[in-house]
C-alpha cells in the first residue's frame, strides 16, 4: 500500500493512504535513500511504501523514487543536510523589507537551492502595509531584478487582504513549499486559504525585529481549492551541500547562458582572465547585486569544504 507524507516529526510520520485514510506510521530498520546523506530519511511528501506488522503497526518499509526534492541546513548540526519537501511544483519564498527584512542574500540562495533540485521558484513580499517610500522603492527595484531574469516577484498584505486572489491562483492544483525566515507570514497567508483548520501563528519579536519560530516541523495541508501547501520551520539558511563550487554558477539563471563563453572551461567567474560573467557585470547586463550574492555564496561554499 502507499501512502503520501503528510507530517514528519523525526519519529513518527502521519501519512494519507492512496484512499484517502490518515494513518500514523514508523519507520522500519535502514531505508535506501539514494545516496542522499540527511538527518530525516522521510519527508514530507514524500510518497512511501506501508506494511502492518504483527502487533497492527504501521511501519514505512520503502521511499518511491522522488522527481525533487529540497535541503536546508541541518538545525542540529550545520555539516549536515536536512530534507524540507519532496516532489515540488513549486516554491514560494515569502519575504519581507520591514519587521523582519528578509536579505537579497538570502533570496539568491533560496533561488540557487531551488534552481539545483528543479523546483521553479516564485517570491512573494508580504507587509506591504508597512511600506513607505523607502521599502516601496526598494521593491520596485527588487521586483525588476528578478522578473527581468524569470522569477514572478509578487507584492501581498496578508493583514489587508491585498494580493490574495492573485497567490490563490498561484497556489490552485499545485504542490507548493512555503519557506521564509520566521515572522515573515507564511501561516498567516496559509490560514487565509484553509477552511475550517488553522495553524499557529506569532508575532515579530519586538527586541530583536526577527520572527519567532512557531511552525516546528514540516507540514502539508490540501487547500480547499486544489492542490496543498507546505509549511516549514522558519528558515535561515538553506544548504548548497550537494553543489560543488565549479557549478554554483549554473544555478545563476542569467550566468548560465555565458558559462560557455569564458575563455576557461572551469572558469570561477572571479580572477580569471576572458570571463563573460564578469564583463556582463561590467557592462550592467548582470545585475551587480547579484553578482556579489554569487562570490559570497562561492566563498562560504569554499570555506564549508576546508
Known amino acids: ?54 502487533t497492527g503497526a504501521v511501519m514505512i518499509t520503502d521511499i518511491v523514487e522522488r522527481r525533487n526534492y529540497i535541503i536546508r541546513q541541518s538545525p542540529q548540526n550545520r555539516n549536515l543536510q536536512h530534507i524540507i519537501a519532496a516532489n515540488l511544483d513549486q516554491s514560494l519564498l515569502i519575504c519581507s523589507l520591514k519587521d523582519p527584512h528578509t536579505s537579497r542574500g538570502f533570496i539568491d540562495r533560496f533561488l540557487a537551492a531551488s534552481e539545483a533540485f528543479h523546483v521553479p521558484a516564485i517570491l512573494v513580499f508580504n507587509k506591504s502595509d508597512l511600506f513607505r517610500i523607502k521599502e516601496s522603492d526598494l521593491f520596485k527595484e527588487i521586483k525588476e531584478v528578478y522578473e527581468k531574469i524569470g522569477y514572478p516577484t509578487i507584492k501581498v498584505s496578508v493583514q489587508h487582504r491585498f494580493g490574495i486572489e492573485q497567490i490563490r491562483g498561484v497556489l490552485r492544483n499545485k504542490f507548493t513549499l512555503i519557506s521564509g525566515h520566521s515572522g515573515v507570514g507564511k501561516s498567516s497567508m496559509i490560514n ?33 481549492f486544489g492542490g496543498a501547501v507546505i509549511d516549514t520551520p522558519g528558515i535561515r539558511e538553506f544548504a548548497l551541500k550537494e553543489i560543488e563550487p565549479v557549478e554554483l554558477s549554473h544555478y545563476f539563471v542569467e550566468m548560465k547562458p555565458l558559462i560557455g563563453e569564458c575563455r576557461f572551461n572551469n572558469c570561477m567567474h572571479t580572477e580569471e582572465p576572458g570571463c563573460a560573467v564578469k564583463k556582463a557585470v561590467a557592462e550592467g547586463n548582470i545585475n551587480a547585486d547579484r553578482y556579489v550574492s554569487y562570490l559570497t555564496i562561492l566563498s562560504t561554499m569554499n570555506e564549508e569544504r576546508k
Open 1 to 54: 500500500m502507499k501512502a503520501t507524507v503528510y507530517k514528519s516529526t523525526g519519529s513518527w510520520y502521519r501519512v494519507r493512504t492512496e484512499k484517502g485514510e490518515f494513518l500514523d506510521a514508523r519507520i522500519r530498520g535502514r531505508l535506501k535513500t539514494d545516496g542522499i546523506t540527511s538527518t530525516n530519511p522521510v519527508a514530507v511528501g514524500d510518497i512511501v511504501v506501508l506494511e502492518t506488522d504483527e
Open 192 to 224: 487565509l486559504f484553509l477552511e475550517g483548520q488553522e495553524i499557529k501563528t506569532s508575532e515579530v519579536s519586538g527586541w530583536s525585529g526577527k520572527g519567532v519560530h512557531t511552525t516546528t516541523f514540516a507540514e502539508m495541508y490540501e487547500l480547499p
